[in-house]
């Protein structure tokens, strides 16, 4: 059993950079893949970034496009993900989850998700 806590959103401005951090408990936090998900009004939650134990990392390329980027502090039990240039369509809940399969990006691979925290983009 993982649980899962997200902090760090908040309203800024388009060009604006954010970092999410998402705080896990429970064991073997390491074994785990951890995604970044977001979803917006009135659309599905759609991936954005995963991060697996051994540090791979994929991503969503087209709208991410290089300006996030993903990492974990295995000895805090913490996943962030950094978010630089921010656009006005990246306003959405972000939500983070573990997964025990290597490298998945559905969400219905995750078991476990954290709250999530809004993140809203001014133009």
């Known amino acids: 059993q993982v649980q899962l806590a997200e902090s760090g959103g908040g309203l800024v401005q388009a060009g604006d950079s954010l970092r999410l951090s998402c705080a896990a408990s429970g064991r073997a936090f390491s074994s785990y893949t951890m995604g970044w998900f977001r979803q917006a009004p009135g659309k599905e939650r759609e991936f954005v970034a995963t991060?697996?134990?051994?540090?791979?990392?994929?991503f969503n390329i087209p709208f991410v496009k290089g300006r996030f980027t993903i990492s974990r502090d295995n000895a805090k039990n913490t996943v962030y993900l950094q978010m630089n240039s921010l656009e006005p369509e990246d306003t959405a809940v972000y939500y983070c989850?573990?997964?025990?399969?290597?490298?998945?990006?559905?969400?219905?691979?995750?078991?476990?998700w954290g709250q999530g925290t809004q993140v809203t983009v001014s133009s």
């Open positions: 991060i697996s134990w051994n540090r791979i990392s994929t």
């Open positions: 989850a573990a997964s025990q399969r290597y490298g998945v990006r559905d969400p219905s691979e995750y078991p476990y």
